[in-house]
C-alpha cells in the first residue's frame, strides 16, 4: 500500500469501529500564543483530552497535517522531515487499551500488511518513586496479539535510553523503558507534573528494517536507537492518571486514548525502505527535481530531500495563510524557501524551482486535503515572488563577498555571509576556492560556534514570545479573542467586502490579526473601525451559538476562516439579536457572554499598530486600555 491508500484505509478502518472523521485543523493553529505551528495530531484535540465535550462524540479520528521547525537542521537523512501527516484516533472516555492496542496491531498486520515478525513495541516501566505503576496491562495485551500470529514475544526490562545500548535487544519483543520515553503529560515526566495535571503511560510500535546496528550510537542496538534501524511508526498515549496533592497520583474518572502514527513512515515500512524519501509523497517531487537539475538521486541526496521537504512544508503554510516574512510564521517559511533556493542553486536550478514544483504537490493532495487547490494561484504566487527576491539576495551576497574577503574570509565572516546575505556557505568556499582566497584551517568550528550563538538567541526570543500552556484560555485573552470578531466585521464595513482573514495571534496583553489588503490604512480608516468596535462594545450585545450542520451553518451567511476546512458540524457564533446579528462566524470559541465585558472598567478598544505584514497582507496589533 502507498501513503493515499493508507490514509484512506485508516480512516476507513475507524470509521466502521464508530469513529467520526473529522477535518485536519490548520498547520497555523488559531488563537493559540504558546505556539508558531500545529506540530502534532493531538494539538487541537487537548480541550477535548482535558474534558470539554467535542460535537462529533467519543470517538474521533482523522489525519492531522503537522509541521516542527526544530526538524529543520535535521532533515537531509532518511527519516527526519519538518512536514508530516499524523494519523490518529481519540477515545473521550470511551474505548481504552483493550481496544486501542488490538486495533492497531490489526490495522498494521492485516490491513496494511506489515509482517508483524518486523514489529517491536514498547511499555512504560512504572515510577515507583513517584507511586506510578508498571504498565503490565499493554504489556499482556501485546504478548497475545503477538502469540496470535505465532510470535514469541520475551518481555525485557530497558529503563533509560542509555541503559538501552549497554543492555541491548537480548532477544526481547516487548520492552518497559522509563518516563523519558513511554509518559505522557504536558509537563513532562511525573515529577514535573503539578497537582491536577492529567497523563498517562504511552506504548509505542517500532517497524525493523534490518539494517546493520552503527556502533557509533552506542555498543548495542534496541528499539530507542537512533542508528536507523528501528523506526517508531506509532505511539498510543492512556491518559490515566492524574496528579494528587500529596505527590501521588490517581485513576482518572474519564480515561482517553490518543494515538497517533505517522503517514510517512507506516508507508515507508510498507515499502520496506528505510528512506522515507522513496514513499507516493515525496518521490515525485525528488523526480521533478532530477528532471529540473539534470542530476540523480544517489549522487545528491541530502540536496534533494531538503528541497523536497521544504516544498511540502512550504505549500501548506502558504495555503493556510502564511506569508514569508521576517517574523514568527513567516519567518520560517521564508527560511524554508531560501534553503530549498540554496539546495537548488548547488544543484544547478537557477530559477522556476517553485512554479515547477508547487502544483506538483498541491495536485498530490488535492483529494485529501481539496482546500491546498482552492488557493493554488495564491500559493504559487508567494512562492514565486519570494523565489524572484531571493535570487536577488544571493547576487547581492555574491558582491558583499567580494568586499569582506578581501579583508579576512574566516568562519565569522562566511558566517555573517550566510546569516546576512543567505549566502550559503558551500558557496563562500567555492568562492574562495576560486579566486584563491585562503580560508582557516578551523573555519567550520567558527562558523559553528556563531551559529550556536544565534540558534540561542532564537530560543530565548520563542521562549519570551510564546509562554504559557497550550490553548491558554485566560479571561483577557477571551476578551481579546471575542474582540477580534468585532474588529473583522468593522473592517469589511470601512475597507471593503474582499477583506478576509490571513491569520491571528491572541495573547493576554494584545489581539493581532492579518487580513489581505492592498494599501496601508489611513488614520481616518483606523479611527472609523475603533469607533464601530467601541460601539459594539457599548450597546452590550450577547454573544450566542448554535451548533448546526456545516452547510446549514456557511447557508447562514457565516463567515469561515481562509484556508479552513470543516466537519459535518460547525459552531456558528453570533453577536447581536439572531433576528439581525452585528455579526457571524464559523468559529470553536471560547468567547465572552455579552460585548459589554471587554469596556469594564471603562475600558476602550484601540488599534495600537497597522503595518505591512507581506504583499498585500496588513497586520494590525490592538488593545483594551
Avoid at 540554496?342 to 508547487?358: D, V
Wanted: net charge negative.
Amino acid at each position: 500500500m502507498n501513503a493515499q491508500q493508507i490514509r484512506q484505509a485508516y480512516l476507513e478502518f475507524y470509521k466502521k469501529r464508530g469513529h467520526k472523521v473529522i477535518p485536519r485543523a490548520r498547520i497555523v493553529p488559531e488563537n493559540d500564543p504558546t505556539t508558531l505551528f500545529t506540530g502534532s495530531g493531538m494539538q487541537p484535540l487537548i480541550p477535548y483530552l482535558l474534558g470539554q465535550k467535542h460535537p462529533d462524540g467519543t470517538r474521533l479520528t482523522d489525519s492531522q497535517t503537522c509541521f516542527r521547525a526544530e526538524d529543520i537542521d535535521e532533515v537531509g537523512d532518511n527519516r527526519h522531515t519538518t512536514f508530516f501527516e499524523m494519523l490518529g484516533n481519540w477515545s473521550l472516555g470511551d474505548y481504552f487499551k483493550q481496544e486501542q492496542l488490538p486495533w492497531f496491531f490489526e490495522f498494521l498486520t492485516d490491513v496494511v500488511g506489515l509482517d508483524p515478525e518486523k514489529l517491536y513495541v514498547t511499555v512504560f516501566i512504572g515510577d515507583s518513586k513517584n507511586k506510578v505503576p508498571k504498565d503490565t496491562e499493554s504489556a499482556e495485551i501485546w504478548q497475545k496479539l503477538f502469540t496470535s500470529k505465532n510470535i514469541e514475544a520475551k518481555v525485557v526490562e530497558i529503563g533509560s535510553e542509555a541503559d538501552g545500548y549497554s543492555k541491548g535487544m537480548n532477544d526481547g519483543r516487548i520492552f518497559y523503558y522509563d518516563a523519558s520515553k513511554n509518559w505522557w503529560s504536558r509537563a513532562g515526566k511525573p515529577e514535573n507534573m503539578p497537582a491536577g495535571e492529567p497523563g498517562g503511560p504511552d506504548s509505542e510500535v517500532f517497524y525493523d528494517f534490518g539494517t546493520p546496528h552503527d556502533t557509533a550510537w552506542g555498543e548495542h542496538c534496541h528499539p530507542n536507537c537512533d542508528c536507523g534501524r528501528f523506526l517508531e511508526i506509532g505511539n498510543s498515549v492512556f491518559m490515566q492518571y492524574i496528579k494528587t496533592e500529596d505527590g501521588g497520583f490517581k485513576e482518572l474518572p474519564q480515561k482517553n486514548v490518543d494515538f497517533g502514527g505517522g503517514l510517512e513512515r507506516i508507508a515507508a515500512a510498507a515499502m520496506h525502505s528505510p528512506d522515507v524519501f522513496k514513499i507516493d509523497l515525496l518521490w515525485p517531487i525528488i523526480t521533478k527535481i532530477q528532471e529540473l537539475s539534470g542530476k540523480q538521486y544517489q549522487d545528491n541526496v541530502q540536496s534533494m530531500r531538503i528541497i523536497a521537504d521544504h516544498m511540502r512544508s512550504a505549500v501548506f503554510m502558504a495555503a493556510d495563510g502564511v506569508t514569508p516574512s521576517n517574523k514568527t510564521q513567516g519567518y520560517i517559511l521564508r527560511r524554508l524557501l531560501r534553503r530549498a533556493i540554496r539546495q537548488g542553486h548547488e544543484l544547478g536550478i537557477e530559477n522556476g524551482l517553485f512554479t515547477a514544483i508547487a502544483p506538483l504537490v498541491i495536485d498530490m493532495y488535492r483529494e485529501p486535503f481539496p482546500e491546498t487547490t482552492k488557493h493554488e494561484k495564491t500559493v504559487v504566487e508567494v512562492l514565486e515572488k519570494e523565489e524572484k527576491l531571493f535570487r536577488q539576495t544571493l547576487r547581492k551576497g555574491l558582491r558583499e563577498f567580494e568586499k569582506l574577503a578581501k579583508a579576512k574570509l574566516d568562519g565569522r565572516t562566511i558566517f555573517t555571509l550566510f546569516d546576512t546575505y543567505g549566502f550559503p556557505p558551500e558557496l563562500s568556499v567555492e568562492e574562495a576556492k576560486k579566486q584563491k582566497i585562503q580560508i582557516p584551517d578551523n573555519w567550520q568550528d567558527q562558523f559553528n560556534a556563531e551559529l550556536e550563538k544565534q540558534r540561542e538567541r532564537s530560543r530565548s526570543a520563542t521562549a519570551g514570545m510564546f509562554k504559557g500552556g497550550l490553548a491558554e484560555h485566560s479571561e483577557q485573552t477571551i476578551k481579546y479573542h471575542t474582540a477580534t470578531h468585532l474588529m473583522y466585521k468593522a473592517l469589511r464595513l470601512v475597507l471593503g467586502d474582499h477583506v478576509e482573514q490571513r491569520g491571528s495571534n491572541i495573547t493576554n496583553e494584545r489581539l493581532r490579526f492579518d487580513f489581505n489588503h492592498p494599501s496601508k490604512m489611513t488614520p481616518e480608516e483606523i479611527k472609523k473601525v475603533e469607533d464601530i468596535v467601541n460601539e459594539q462594545i457599548d450597546k452590550d450585545l450577547p454573544v450566542t451559538w448554535k451548533e448546526m450542520p456545516t452547510k446549514e451553518g456557511l447557508a447562514t451567511g457565516a463567515r469561515g476562516h481562509f484556508g479552513e476546512k470543516y466537519g459535518e458540524t460547525v459552531k456558528v457564533y453570533i453577536m447581536g439579536p439572531e433576528d439581525n446579528p452585528y455579526t457571524m462566524e464559523l468559529c470553536g470559541g471560547p468567547h465572552v457572554e455579552h460585548t459589554g465585558t471587554l469596556g469594564e472598567g471603562g475600558k476602550r478598544f484601540k488599534i495600537i499598530k497597522e503595518e505591512s505584514s507581506a504583499a498585500g497582507i496588513r497586520r494590525i496589533k490592538a488593545v483594551l486600555q
